[in-house]
T-cell receptor
Framework: DQQVKQNSPSLSVQEGRISILNCDYTNSMFDYFLWYKKYPAEGPTFLISISSIKDKNEDGRFTVFLNKSAKHLSLHIVPSQPGDSAVYFCAASDAGTYKYIFGTGTRLKVLA | ETGVTQTPRHLVMGMTNKKSLKCEQHLGHNAMYWYKQSAKKPLELMFVYSLEERVENNSVPSRFSPECPNSSHLFLHLHTLQPEDSALYLC?????????????FGPGTRLTVL
């Protein structure tokens, strides 16, 4: 059973608009969450993270929101740019195992 | 360029072949990881090395054999693989095997088993 789920396999957004990528998790022991971005023929690259003591973390155009009660996190990209077109993976970890559990990814396409 | 390199980038092998995947990190990290990514599945952690000692083996079949000769290099030796082992194999490293330590990934080796 998947502990980290990204239910939208793909998303298309117009350039300049907001992209919202969602991720749900089931394990309440997770206390660190990350987003990775992957271009074709490259490995995932770290984008932004958030620990469970926060509900928001911002880095430039990227903001991650965490709703612990709903076991839900989201990544907001504002404004979206064509170069943001990639597959986005969310991952979760806990202090006990330090393992990353990944979602299946959401392919974002930003249309010029 | 993440500081983690993998060779080869593509590999086609028969079920009776023996081959090895190589990973090298130039980041001075102490932990290294092998992941498998199959189509439409999440990344699956295979092995974890911390300070050159294998600390995790996630029920991976013995036809996959990892080796970590030093903290910069990680190998995955492959022997008598099955077609269902065809996947993207990703290597990653982190400063420590601990929380709040982001993992840096290599570009992966695309493996096809015929």
């Amino acid at each position: 059973d998947q502990q980290v789920k990204q239910n939208s396999p793909s998303l298309s957004v117009q350039e300049g608009r907001i992209s919202i990528l969602n991720c749900d998790y089931t394990n309440s022991m997770f206390d660190y969450f990350l987003w990775y971005k992957k271009y074709p023929a490259e490995g995932p690259t770290f984008l932004i993270s958030i620990s469970s003591i926060k509900d928001k973390n911002e880095d430039g155009r990227f903001t991650v929101f965490l709703n612990k009660s709903a076991k839900h996190l989201s990544l907001h990209i504002v404004p979206s740019q064509p170069g943001d077109s990639a597959v986005y993976f969310c991952a979760a970890s806990d202090a006990g195992t330090y393992k990353y559990i990944f979602g299946t990814g959401t392919r974002l396409k930003v249309l010029a | 360029e993440t500081g983690v390199t993998q060779t080869p980038r593509h590999l086609v092998m028969g079920m009776t072949n023996k081959k090895s995947l190589k990973c090298e990190q130039h980041l001075g990290h102490n932990a290294m990881y092998w992941y498998k990514q199959s189509a439409k599945k999440p990344l699956e952690l295979m092995f974890v090395y911390s300070l050159e000692e294998r600390v995790e083996n996630n029920s991976v079949p013995s036809r996959f054999s990892p080796e970590c000769p030093n903290s910069s290099h990680l190998f995955l030796h492959l022997h008598t693989l099955q077609p269902e082992d065809s996947a993207l194999y990703l290597c990653a490293s982190s400063r420590e095997r601990a929380l709040y330590n982001e993992q840096f990934f290599g570009p992966g080796t695309r493996l096809t088993v015929l």
